[in-house]
């Protein structure tokens, strides 16, 4: 019967075992072979010896190459002296797919080298850690969502208008026609909101900008909410529960593979209430630390840095002015200089890992900003056709999975979280 590394140490001793897996490293002694055999759940340390197993198994095991998948027929041995504390020891050795050349990760290469390979370099224990904790956040998300009475929609990412500006669009010629890979599922969560009520999406989002921060994909996942009948404070209310939420629960559910890695999930940091401060208060903030910061500035990624080292949990920035967020915000009644809007900072310099806001819902007002855009109209129509048909208070958000993953994990760079970066220098693999 095929044990995973992981059930080993259950097992008695002398019981008889099957083992599949990838050969991680290899040690010869004479007619001892020690293989340490990883899959997907672990490492074990396999022992082929002259006169336990069959010699034609231990040719094969003497002359192994790196990252050849096995066959293991043995039995368990709990050895304080093995990895683990176990280790099986082999009676036979099956070779199910030989490594034709010698592996080409070694010790010591850099960080270039390890993503020109990724396809190779995910098999190390720590990048299979960390895809297990981003695993374990998307199941995260969709456990908050769907306990919460939201509804689960499929969008399309082939688009014919602009979400969040023109200028960091991907085009493709779709059949002759310009279409566009999508920035946002928004749009489509807002007609869906009107059957719905309350949806939820995790896709992928395109963004064209030539940004090289360490925050910055050309292509991320994005956890996008609306909800009808909603205003500003059920829009934070939603985001501070899913946010604490689903940090406290992927430390809960990763604790092994947060050892491997060697990092600890501050939950304290996402404890309830988050902060909030409003737009004219985080240039204070930025003043006080050497920031000219006038009116209008858009907040990008230095000034969330320095806003957000000042605090020691999340952080609402509210109340964004006019001109800086995308036509569809609501205007504040009270003030229209600015948006009823709301981002949500991750503490000790992460800066944004949610956007958010107040829809516009009614028809007029909606036109009035898309022309203050100097956006066409006929491009929108769809969308505006939503507010000639019972329109409704409503807002959304989207999140980052990269973004809170990089937060949370201490990660050098957005890049780190993804199976697969696409950055604006990295296309391959």
């Known amino acids: 019967m095929r044990r995973r590394a992981e059930e080993l140490h259950k097992c008695s001793d002398s019981e008889e075992v099957e083992v599949w897996g990838w050969v991680r490293n290899r040690r010869r002694h004479g007619r001892l072979v020690f293989i340490d055999l990883r899959d997907s759940t672990g490492v074990v340390q396999v022992a082929i010896k002259g006169g336990v197993a069959d010699d034609e198994s231990l040719e094969k095991a003497s002359s192994i190459k790196k990252e050849s998948a096995i066959k293991v027929w043995g039995y368990v041995v709990h050895d304080p002296r093995a990895p683990g504390g176990v280790e099986v020891r082999c009676r036979r050795l099956e070779v199910v797919g030989e490594s034709l050349e010698d592996y080409p990760l070694r010790k010591g290469v850099g960080a270039k080298t390890l993503y020109d390979y990724r396809h190779l370099y995910i098999r190390s224990p720590k990048v299979t850690a960390l895809l297990k904790i981003r695993s374990n956040l998307v199941g995260a998300v969709h456990e908050f969502f769907r306990s919460r009475g939201f509804y689960e929609v499929d969008c399309p990412t082939i688009i014919t208008a602009a979400v969040e500006g023109g200028a960091t669009l991907f085009e493709v010629n779709y059949f002759g026609s310009k279409a566009y890979l999508t920035q946002s599922v928004q749009f489509y969560q807002e007609a869906a909101i009107y059957s719905l009520e309350k949806v939820y999406s995790v896709q992928p989002s395109f963004r064209a900008e030539k940004s090289r921060t360490t925050r910055h994909l050309t292509e991320f996942w994005h956890v996008e909410a609306e909800l009808a009948f909603a205003d500003i404070e059920t829009l934070m209310s939603t985001i501070e529960e899913l946010v604490s939420y689903v940090v406290t629960r992927t430390a809960e559910v990763s604790e092994k593979e947060l050892g491997i890695l060697g990092k600890k999930i501050r939950t304290e940091e996402v404890e309830k209430p988050f902060y909030r401060i409003k737009y004219e208060e985080a240039l204070g903030i930025l003043r006080e630390h050497g920031v000219n910061a006038e009116w209008g500035i858009d907040i990008g990624a230095d000034e969330e840095r320095i806003i957000s080292m000042q605090f020691d949990r999340p952080i609402f ?12 915000h609501r205007l504040d009644p009270t003030d229209p200089r600015v948006t009823l809007s709301a981002d949500l900072l991750a503490p000790r310099g992460n800066g944004e890992i949610v956007g958010g ?10 036109m009035q900003r898309i022309r203050e855009f100097q956006l066409n109209p006929e491009d929108y129509g769809w969308y505006l056709d939503l507010r000639k048909f019972g329109s409704v208070p409503h807002v959304g958000f989207g999140m980052g999975i990269e973004r809170v993953l990089k937060w949370i994990l201490d990660l050098p760079h957005v890049r780190a979280a993804c199976l697969f970066p696409r950055t604006t220098t990295r296309i391959y693999p």
Not at 357 to 366: A, M, P
């Open 317 to 328: 920035l509210t109340h964004f002015p006019r001109e800086v967020k995308a036509f569809y």
């Open 357 to 366: 806001g107040v829809r516009i819902h009614d028809y007029e007002e909606l």
